[in-house]
Protein backbone atom coordinates (compact mmCIF):
# COMPACT_ATOMS: atom_id res chain seq x y z
CA UNK A 1 0.00 0.00 0.00
CA UNK A 2 1.31 3.19 -0.99
CA UNK A 3 1.55 5.74 1.95
CA UNK A 4 2.86 9.16 2.38
CA UNK A 5 3.53 10.91 5.48
CA UNK A 6 4.27 14.39 6.33
CA UNK A 7 5.76 15.83 9.23
CA UNK A 8 7.91 19.05 10.17
CA UNK A 9 4.50 21.57 10.56
CA UNK A 10 4.26 24.33 13.03
CA UNK A 11 4.27 27.60 14.46
CA UNK A 12 7.21 29.70 12.68
CA UNK A 13 7.74 33.46 12.90
CA UNK A 14 7.76 35.66 9.71
CA UNK A 15 11.13 35.23 8.44
CA UNK A 16 12.04 32.40 9.97
CA UNK A 17 12.57 28.86 8.79
CA UNK A 18 10.96 25.04 8.72
CA UNK A 19 11.89 21.57 7.10
CA UNK A 20 9.00 19.46 5.79
CA UNK A 21 9.48 15.89 5.65
CA UNK A 22 7.57 13.33 3.57
CA UNK A 23 8.38 9.57 4.63
CA UNK A 24 7.44 7.14 1.13
CA UNK A 25 6.56 3.37 1.54
CA UNK A 26 4.85 1.17 -0.36
CA UNK A 27 6.68 1.68 -4.01
CA UNK A 28 10.02 2.49 -5.05
CA UNK A 29 10.22 5.91 -4.20
CA UNK A 30 13.42 6.19 -6.34
CA UNK A 31 11.78 5.42 -9.69
CA UNK A 32 8.71 8.79 -9.33
CA UNK A 33 8.98 12.65 -9.48
CA UNK A 34 7.43 13.91 -6.47
CA UNK A 35 5.98 17.14 -5.32
CA UNK A 36 4.59 19.67 -2.56
CA UNK A 37 1.58 21.02 -2.90
CA UNK A 38 0.07 23.20 -0.19
CA UNK A 39 -3.24 24.80 0.22
CA UNK A 40 -3.83 27.86 2.57
CA UNK A 41 -6.67 28.16 5.26
CA UNK A 42 -10.05 27.79 2.96
CA UNK A 43 -8.35 28.31 -0.13
CA UNK A 44 -7.50 26.61 -3.39
CA UNK A 45 -4.47 24.02 -4.04
CA UNK A 46 -1.36 25.36 -5.15
CA UNK A 47 1.30 23.58 -7.32
CA UNK A 48 4.37 24.43 -4.81
CA UNK A 49 7.31 22.16 -6.68
CA UNK A 50 8.46 18.82 -7.26
CA UNK A 51 11.81 16.85 -8.09
CA UNK A 52 13.07 14.68 -10.35
CA UNK A 53 13.46 10.81 -9.73
CA UNK A 54 17.62 11.01 -9.35
CA UNK A 55 17.17 14.91 -7.64
CA UNK A 56 18.64 16.74 -10.62
CA UNK A 57 15.64 18.44 -11.93
CA UNK A 58 13.63 20.66 -9.67
CA UNK A 59 10.84 23.33 -10.34
CA UNK A 60 9.03 25.75 -8.33
CA UNK A 61 6.08 28.38 -8.53
CA UNK A 62 7.71 31.59 -8.56
CA UNK A 63 6.03 32.62 -5.17
CA UNK A 64 8.67 30.25 -3.21
CA UNK A 65 11.53 30.53 -5.97
CA UNK A 66 14.92 31.43 -4.23
CA UNK A 67 13.07 30.94 -0.16
CA UNK A 68 11.81 27.31 -0.74
CA UNK A 69 14.40 23.85 -1.31
CA UNK A 70 12.76 20.59 -2.57
CA UNK A 71 15.53 17.48 -1.92
CA UNK A 72 14.99 14.03 -1.81
CA UNK A 73 16.83 11.19 -0.20
CA UNK A 74 16.59 8.22 -1.73
CA UNK A 75 17.99 6.02 -0.05
CA UNK A 76 15.84 6.82 2.88
CA UNK A 77 12.53 6.93 0.86
CA UNK A 78 12.07 10.49 1.98
CA UNK A 79 11.04 14.11 0.25
CA UNK A 80 11.96 17.52 2.05
CA UNK A 81 11.15 21.30 1.44
CA UNK A 82 13.37 22.98 3.32
CA UNK A 83 11.70 26.43 3.91
CA UNK A 84 13.25 29.73 4.39
CA UNK A 85 12.18 33.37 4.80
CA UNK A 86 9.15 32.53 5.91
CA UNK A 87 6.20 35.13 5.43
CA UNK A 88 2.63 35.25 6.50
CA UNK A 89 1.17 33.69 3.00
CA UNK A 90 3.27 31.16 3.24
CA UNK A 91 0.66 29.60 6.05
CA UNK A 92 -0.99 26.61 4.97
CA UNK A 93 -1.28 22.88 4.75
CA UNK A 94 1.13 21.09 2.86
CA UNK A 95 0.87 18.13 1.03
CA UNK A 96 3.32 15.42 -0.23
CA UNK A 97 2.17 13.74 -3.29
CA UNK A 98 3.42 11.42 -6.45
CA UNK A 99 3.99 12.45 -9.47
CA UNK A 100 1.84 9.52 -11.80
CA UNK A 101 3.77 6.99 -13.91
CA UNK A 102 0.44 6.43 -15.90
CA UNK A 103 -0.01 9.87 -16.89
CA UNK A 104 -0.24 13.38 -16.09
CA UNK A 105 -1.51 14.03 -12.50
CA UNK A 106 -0.40 12.91 -8.50
CA UNK A 107 -1.78 10.34 -7.87
CA UNK A 108 -0.88 9.43 -4.33
CA UNK A 109 -1.32 12.43 -1.93
CA UNK A 110 0.14 12.56 1.92
CA UNK A 111 -2.35 13.53 4.73
CA UNK A 112 -0.81 17.12 5.20
CA UNK A 113 1.20 19.02 7.64
CA UNK A 114 0.31 22.46 8.79
CA UNK A 115 2.67 24.98 8.57
CA UNK A 116 1.58 28.40 10.37
CA UNK A 117 3.85 32.14 9.77
CA UNK A 118 2.69 34.27 12.50
CA UNK A 119 4.56 36.31 15.23
CA UNK B 1 2.18 30.56 -16.32
CA UNK B 2 -1.43 28.64 -17.55
CA UNK B 3 -4.42 29.73 -15.75
CA UNK B 4 -7.38 27.44 -14.94
CA UNK B 5 -10.13 29.11 -14.84
CA UNK B 6 -13.72 26.77 -13.29
CA UNK B 7 -16.85 28.57 -13.28
CA UNK B 8 -19.14 28.44 -11.41
CA UNK B 9 -17.08 28.50 -7.58
CA UNK B 10 -20.10 26.38 -6.46
CA UNK B 11 -23.18 24.80 -7.76
CA UNK B 12 -26.06 22.88 -5.87
CA UNK B 13 -27.68 19.50 -7.18
CA UNK B 14 -29.89 16.34 -6.67
CA UNK B 15 -29.27 12.78 -5.84
CA UNK B 16 -29.07 11.35 -9.47
CA UNK B 17 -28.72 14.57 -11.63
CA UNK B 18 -25.94 14.56 -14.12
CA UNK B 19 -23.18 17.59 -13.36
CA UNK B 20 -20.94 19.19 -15.42
CA UNK B 21 -17.78 21.09 -14.19
CA UNK B 22 -15.89 22.82 -16.89
CA UNK B 23 -12.72 24.10 -16.32
CA UNK B 24 -10.68 26.57 -19.13
CA UNK B 25 -6.95 26.76 -19.86
CA UNK B 26 -5.47 30.30 -20.86
CA UNK B 27 -3.77 28.32 -23.42
CA UNK B 28 -3.63 24.92 -25.25
CA UNK B 29 -2.29 21.75 -22.67
CA UNK B 30 -3.48 18.99 -25.22
CA UNK B 31 -4.48 16.30 -22.85
CA UNK B 32 -2.29 17.25 -20.15
CA UNK B 33 -5.40 17.25 -17.49
CA UNK B 34 -5.89 16.10 -14.26
CA UNK B 35 -9.00 16.50 -11.88
CA UNK B 36 -9.26 15.78 -8.13
CA UNK B 37 -12.06 15.25 -5.44
CA UNK B 38 -11.28 17.08 -2.33
CA UNK B 39 -13.74 16.57 0.72
CA UNK B 40 -13.96 18.71 4.15
CA UNK B 41 -10.49 17.82 6.28
CA UNK B 42 -9.16 15.38 3.78
CA UNK B 43 -6.51 15.53 0.98
CA UNK B 44 -7.14 15.56 -2.40
CA UNK B 45 -8.03 12.17 -4.51
CA UNK B 46 -7.40 11.49 -8.24
CA UNK B 47 -10.01 10.94 -10.12
CA UNK B 48 -9.08 11.19 -13.74
CA UNK B 49 -5.47 12.07 -15.35
CA UNK B 50 -4.95 12.89 -19.04
CA UNK B 51 -8.54 14.42 -19.46
CA UNK B 52 -10.52 11.35 -19.85
CA UNK B 53 -8.35 8.08 -17.90
CA UNK B 54 -10.20 7.02 -15.05
CA UNK B 55 -8.13 6.47 -11.99
CA UNK B 56 -7.84 2.72 -10.70
CA UNK B 57 -10.70 2.40 -7.91
CA UNK B 58 -12.89 5.70 -9.05
CA UNK B 59 -16.74 4.85 -9.72
CA UNK B 60 -17.86 4.71 -13.27
CA UNK B 61 -20.26 7.66 -12.49
CA UNK B 62 -17.34 9.88 -13.25
CA UNK B 63 -15.62 10.58 -16.58
CA UNK B 64 -13.33 13.65 -18.02
CA UNK B 65 -13.54 15.22 -21.45
CA UNK B 66 -11.85 17.95 -23.71
CA UNK B 67 -8.73 18.78 -24.93
CA UNK B 68 -6.24 22.11 -25.95
CA UNK B 69 -8.52 24.54 -23.75
CA UNK B 70 -11.83 23.32 -22.83
CA UNK B 71 -12.26 20.23 -20.56
CA UNK B 72 -15.76 18.93 -18.46
CA UNK B 73 -15.76 16.32 -15.18
CA UNK B 74 -19.36 14.95 -15.29
CA UNK B 75 -20.75 12.75 -13.08
CA UNK B 76 -23.38 10.69 -14.22
CA UNK B 77 -25.77 9.96 -11.37
CA UNK B 78 -24.94 12.14 -8.24
CA UNK B 79 -24.65 10.64 -4.92
CA UNK B 80 -24.69 11.76 -1.51
CA UNK B 81 -20.69 11.14 -1.22
CA UNK B 82 -20.03 13.49 -4.00
CA UNK B 83 -20.43 16.52 -1.77
CA UNK B 84 -16.80 17.85 -2.58
CA UNK B 85 -14.95 20.47 -4.13
CA UNK B 86 -13.40 19.37 -7.81
CA UNK B 87 -10.06 20.73 -8.77
CA UNK B 88 -8.51 20.75 -12.26
CA UNK B 89 -4.49 20.47 -13.01
CA UNK B 90 -3.16 20.99 -15.57
CA UNK B 91 0.87 19.37 -16.91
CA UNK B 92 1.50 20.95 -19.63
CA UNK B 93 4.20 23.49 -18.27
CA UNK B 94 5.76 24.18 -15.08
CA UNK B 95 4.22 25.77 -12.51
CA UNK B 96 1.75 22.99 -12.20
CA UNK B 97 -1.35 24.79 -11.63
CA UNK B 98 -4.64 23.59 -10.21
CA UNK B 99 -8.10 26.08 -11.08
CA UNK B 100 -9.45 27.70 -8.28
CA UNK B 101 -12.39 24.98 -7.45
CA UNK B 102 -15.65 24.29 -8.07
CA UNK B 103 -17.61 23.35 -4.53
CA UNK B 104 -20.72 20.56 -5.26
CA UNK B 105 -23.29 20.77 -3.08
CA UNK B 106 -26.14 18.20 -2.83
CA UNK B 107 -29.53 18.97 -2.19
Known amino acids: EVQLVESGGGLVQPGGSLRLSCAAS????????MSWVRQAPGKGLEWVANIKQDGNEKYYVDSVKGRFTISRDNANNSLYLQMDSLRAEDTAVYYCARDSWAGNALDYWGQGTLVTVSS | AIQLTQSPSSLSASVGDRVTIPCRASQGISSALAWYQQKPGKAPKLLIY???SLASGVPSRFSGSGSGTDFTLAISSLQPEDLATYYC?????????FGPGTKVDVK
Open chain 1, 26 to 33: GFTFSTYW
Open chain 2, 89 to 97: QQFNGFPFT
Open chain 2, 50 to 52: DAS
